[in-house]
């Protein structure tokens, strides 16, 4: 293959990280580093902390030769077609996530619509999803269930919010995943306690993959007799009616 061959399209690839501050390689299998020490060009929220994450990857390869384009909340919808023009070059593009998988709870996934639109084919590679290894440890229904980002911060419409899913878990038999800014989680914990019935089910599952790993799931009666501190630790909430 040749840059200059337009028939032959770069691939895109979806290069999961870690969840926290712990080396790479032990939770990322060596795949991952097979390809970053493939590709110079990447998709990335934040290009400093991308940089670094690539250097405890593959700490020979050269960070001038790297070309990062930013993706996060800021970026204009018309530029993300550009990001994926070294493709049609030939010239594969890993998209690189702050943390866990590119494309869940992620602006990745934009990026991920217009390369199907272009036809270049999307690889996604093995790596740790909060939310899913959240799910797997959790006893709650991993058969039906369905991820619901952040919940209002108004209180009315976070109250409106709790009940409505607590109802459809318990129409639906259906587990409800969701998040908080991890600076707000003793607040969203103490919401559930005081609008959940006291049957339905928790789980609160923290800093996965670290070493101060949390992940227990009560019900609501009893998660009222324990002490969390939750404060800036980046959770996944589920329930279960």
């Known amino acids: 293959m ?7 399209l770069g691939k895109l690839y979806l290069i999961p990280s870690t969840l926290g501050d ?3 390689l032990e939770v990322l299998p060596i795949s991952i580093k097979r390809v970053i020490e493939s590709v110079d060009y990447y998709i990335v929220e934040n290009e400093k902390t991308a940089r670094r994450f690539i250097k405890k990857i593959s700490p020979r390869k050269s960070q001038p030769s790297l070309h990062l384009e930013v993706l996060n909340k800021y970026t204009e919808p018309e530029s993300i077609p550009s990001y994926l023009t ?10 690189l996530s702050e943390a866990g998988c590119p ?3 992620d602006p990745g996934a ?3 619509k217009v390369a ?18 959240a799910l797997m440890a959790s006893g709650l229904n991993g058969q039906s269930f369905a991820f619901n980002g952040y919940l209002p911060i108004d209180i009315s419409e976070r109250k409106k919010a709790i009940k409505k899913l607590e109802k459809i878990s318990i129409d639906q038999q ?10 707000r989680n003793d607040k969203l914990l103490a919401d559930l306690l005081k609008n959940l019935a006291q049957s339905t089910k928790l789980c609160i599952a923290c800093d996965i993959t670290l070493s101060t790993e949390y992940i227990l799931t009560l019900p609501i009666s009893a998660w009222k007799k324990i002490t969390l501190d939750l404060h800036k630790r980046p959770a996944i909430f589920i329930i279960q009616g």
């Open 110 to 112: 934009e990026v991920v």
């Open 174 to 183: 259906q587990s409800q995943i969701f998040i908080e800014t991890p600076y």
């Open 116 to 133: 199907h639109e272009k036809g270049i084919q999307v690889v996604p590679l093995v790596g740790p999803s909060s939310i899913f290894m």
């Open 22 to 24: 712990n080396e790479p």
């Open 2 to 8: 040749t840059k200059n061959d337009k028939k032959t």
């Open 86 to 95: 070294p493709c049609y070059e030939g010239f594969n593009i890993g998209v």
């Open 103 to 105: 494309g869940i709870a």
